[in-house]
């Protein structure tokens, strides 16, 4: 995986590798990599909201390789908008899925946080 990685950033100058997951051989060679909710991949789990607060991959690998959210990250819904939270308490960068341009000229309010905070 390390020698994919290095091949990928050397096709050109100044290319920005990410990637799917993070742990301790994936981050040397990239910039972000998408972080998993605990157990929580496309549907979150009961409890979700006691997951955050502890922004393990980012005190480990933050200054290396940064975490971005994953996936139901639209805020359509309240479970929407506590995974994009999860994901701030976990130290991620602020993130979105979205289907349109409309979702970002016309944000709902948890979309139209995650784009403060990005700005910031």
């Known amino acids: ?42 549907e979150s789990i009961q409890g979700l909201d006691r997951t955050g607060g502890c922004n393990l991959n980012e005190r480990l690998f933050g200054k290396l390789c940064r975490t971005i959210g994953y996936s139901g990250l639209s805020g359509r819904t309240a479970n929407e908008e506590l995974r994009m939270r999860m994901h701030l308490d976990h130290g991620a960068i602020p993130t979105v899925t979205i289907r349109s341009a409309a979702d970002i000229t016309h944000p709902n309010p948890a979309v139209k946080r995650m784009l403060e905070l990005a700005s910031s």
């Open 1 to 42: 995986m390390r020698k994919l990685i290095r091949h990928v950033a050397e096709l050109g100058e100044g290319l920005v590798v990410g990637g799917e997951g993070l742990n301790e051989i994936t981050m040397q060679g990239q910039s972000f990599a998408q972080a998993h909710l605990f157990k929580s991949w496309q």
